[in-house]
Each structure stands twice: as C-alpha cells, then as structure tokens.
C-alpha cells in the first residue's frame, strides 16, 4: 500500500502551525491534531491499516496490541482490527499507566504497542513499563507518526508510518519569534 499519513494530515487540516505546548511540556510551531484524523472512521481506517501492514511487514503476525490511553486507545483498536488480534489499553491509576478492565495476556503472547504520535516517547514507555510483569514477547512499539525522527528510544524497535521532525523546545529556550506567539495546550498529559 502506497500510504502518505502526512497527506492525511494535511487533507484533514490536522497539521496546525502556531504556538504549541505539546503533552510532553516542550513548545512547537506545529500541532499534528490526531483527533480531527481519527474522528474521521475512512482516515483512521486507511491509517491504522497501513500501520498494521507495516507492522505484519516487520513482525509477523501479532496475537495482541497494546496502547496507552487516551491517545492510543483509536489508533491501538483500528490497527489490531486489521491485524486480526485483541486490542487493550493502558490507563492510569494513581498517575501510573496499569491494565485494568480485566485485561490480560496469555503467556508467551506476541504484542505491539500502538501510539499515536511519538515525540519524546514517554508514554509509550510508560505503557511498556507497566508490562513488565507479564510473560510476553513485546515484539515492537508502532506509531502514526514519530516527530522525534527516530531518536526517541522507546526501549524496543519503534515503527513509524512517518518521521516528521518538527522543532520543539524547552519552555526556557523558546526562540524569540516563536515566543511572540500566544502559547495553545491542545494536549492532554495534563490529565490524571
């Protein structure tokens, strides 16, 4: 499949350029809005199912995903829907991503975590950690879109639809045009 998820974007009107606080605390003059994709069943559709043909591309066949909430949650469901597997979430309790819901894994399961977009990959390692108590073989991490242009280290190989390196910056060090700009927060690591 011959898929461009930054042509998606775009089409959507979810690559956003101003002053953005993204989840992570770093600011950015582009937002990648995921949401006005996944609201949208024929995008998430098309882009989940590329992510799942990569991943079986590198993989092989998976028995479950495995994705952060919220972020995760769509991208996680519509990628295990083409993979043909289970797909769970991760939420947190007490601020520490855990499985609940009665979700579990049976031994030796062969799983991929799904995000959304990576930029720092800190809730996807936060969702691998709460893993560790399972016997499974965690087979790989998987996103939309990695704006770390692969320097982000999840712990496991990460599989990416796009690398879109976009600048982001630590609240003190702030470029001065970027800085003129009303600051916008449209994520949602704030949440507990």
């Known amino acids: 499949m011959n898929y461009d998820v930054i042509k998606e974007f775009k089409d ?5 350029e101003g002053h953005f606080i993204l989840s992570s605390g770093l600011h950015s ?6 949401n006005w994709v996944m609201m949208q069943p024929e995008r998430a559709e098309r882009a989940c199912k590329a992510l799942a043909e990569r991943i079986l591309e590198k993989c092989g066949k998976v028995d479950a995903v495995i994705s952060p909430a919220v972020g995760g949650i769509i991208p996680g469901y519509e990628t295990a829907r083409h993979l043909g597997c289970r797909a ?3 939420e947190r309790e007490g601020g520490v991503f855990k499985l609940r819901r009665g979700f579990g894994f049976r031994k030796g399961e062969r799983v991929v975590m799904v995000e959304d977009i990576v930029t720092t990959g800190l809730s996807s390692r936060e969702c691998i950690a709460s893993l560790k ?4 073989d965690l087979v790989a991490g998987a996103c939309l879109i990695d704006r770390s242009g692969g320097k982000a280290d999840i712990g496991i190989p990460l599989i990416a639809l796009a690398e879109y390196i976009v600048p982001a910056y630590a609240p003190d060090d702030i470029p001065p045009e970027l800085a003129k700009i009303e600051a916008v927060k449209p994520g949602s690591r704030g949440l507990s």
């Open 12 to 16: 959507a009107g979810a690559l956003l």
């Open 133 to 136: 108590e399972y016997d499974i």
């Open 29 to 34: 003059p582009v937002f990648l809005q995921k």
């Open 88 to 90: 769970m979430f991760t």
